[in-house]
């Protein structure tokens, strides 16, 4: 797991010292990191992998060309969308993975993409990741109380760093995001790995990543120990 983590570090550390040949919105996901690095240990090729805009560790995790991953975000033709995706919303069917920039945008898609696994004789799961701030769309929710009434395949999991940007959680949410996920029959993971195998026995399960993003928000410039900012 350590090698794979330090992998997506020094991608990551070699995207923000050539910021300047890049042309698209790009989210670096240092600090994120080790999600990536538990779900490199656990996830199968058959699985489904739906991310966010801070995305580049979990493409790489599900098993995408780092070449390629570079090549998209330098809006070459040889990347994985030819270029025209960018950093946020790289698509790859052939190995099941799926982000976009929309804040919560594929966690309904995550969800249906579940029910239709329900049945799959290969126990394959599907995996919907977000930032905190994607809690706050109402078909997060929604999507979790599906997914729990038909005990779906399927783990949530939420990168907490804490901040939306500059605005921090304490600011935007009034209770936990476990007790809440609990309420909506969730089942409650320790880890990556526990929560994908709770759902590969049709429990759907919830992951809060405690996380401190080590970047700006957007385009990567390192910023001062104590910041916070970061959807």
């Known amino acids: 797991m350590n090698a794979f983590l330090e992998r997506v570090t020094a991608f990551e550390r070699k995207l923000q010292q050539n910021l300047d040949?890049?042309?698209?919105?790009?989210?670096?996901?240092?600090?994120?990191?080790?999600?990536?690095?538990?779900?490199?240990?656990?996830?199968?090729?058959?699985?489904?992998?739906?991310?966010?805009?801070?995305?580049?560790?979990?493409?790489?995790?599900?098993g995408g060309s780092e070449e390629k991953l570079w090549d998209e975000i330098m809006g070459r033709e040889s990347g994985i969308n030819g270029g025209f995706a960018g950093s946020q919303g790289i698509v790859d069917p052939?190995?099941?993975?799926?982000?976009?920039?929309?804040?919560?945008?594929?966690?309904?898609?995550?969800?249906?993409?579940?029910?239709?696994?329900?049945?799959?004789?290969?126990?394959?799961?599907?995996?919907?990741?977000?930032?905190?701030?994607?809690?706050?769309?109402?078909?997060?929710?929604?999507?979790?109380n599906f997914a729990a009434l038909h005990r779906l395949p399927i783990l949530y999991i939420v990168e907490n760093n804490g901040m939306s940007i500059d605005s921090r959680i304490e600011d935007r949410q009034f209770a936990a995001l476990v007790p809440r996920a609990r309420a909506f029959g969730m089942e409650i993971a320790t880890t990556v790995a526990a929560g994908v195998d709770a759902a590969r026995h049709r429990m759907p399960s919830f992951y809060e990543a405690r996380v401190k993003l080590q970047c700006d928000h957007i385009n990567g410039a390192t910023m001062p120990v104590g910041y916070g900012g970061g959807l």
């Open 21 to 62: 040949q890049v042309f698209c919105p790009v989210h670096l996901c240092l600090g994120h990191e080790r999600v990536a690095a538990e779900l490199h240990e656990c996830v199968r090729p058959s699985d489904w992998l739906f991310s966010y805009h801070r995305n580049h560790g979990h493409y790489l995790a599900k």
């Open 94 to 144: 052939s190995i099941n993975f799926h982000a976009s920039a929309i804040v919560g945008g594929l966690v309904g898609v995550a969800t249906g993409c579940a029910y239709a696994l329900r049945g799959a004789s290969d126990h394959s799961v599907v995996i919907s990741i977000v930032g905190d701030a994607g809690t706050e769309q109402g078909v997060f929710w929604e999507s979790l």
